[in-house]
């Protein structure tokens, strides 16, 4: 596969995560188990505790899926437990053509 970047094994989540914002400046992240979403939560922590500059484009793949998710932000945003807007921290599409355009592959 063309530009990919090899990376080693990880002995645990949170070093995966580490290893993954390390070399990538788009999460694209897929319906999966309660690992998953507590991958796409911790990556939405690092953005909003996070400086600008390492600030990463996280894309959740799965409207239905992670809909829950973006409620829960959606009532953070809205009581006023965090300051920014979910949109601010990460998207959720359903489709290839709409990660192409966020990761300007089009």
Do not use: H, W
């Amino acid at each position: 596969i063309e530009n990919c970047v090899p990376l080693a094994l990880a002995n645990s989540e949170s070093e995966r995560i580490e290893m993954f914002t390390e070399v990538a400046d788009t999460m694209i992240i897929f319906a999966g188990s309660a690992g998953t979403l507590q991958e796409a939560a911790t990556l939405i922590s690092k953005n909003y505790y996070g400086k600008n500059e390492n600030k990463k484009n996280i894309i959740l793949v799965g409207k239905d899926f992670f809909s829950g998710l973006a409620e829960q932000y959606n009532k953070l945003y809205e009581t006023g437990l965090i300051k920014c807007k979910p949109s601010e921290l990460f998207t959720i599409v359903d489709s290839e053509d709409e990660i192409n355009k966020l990761i300007n592959c089009v």
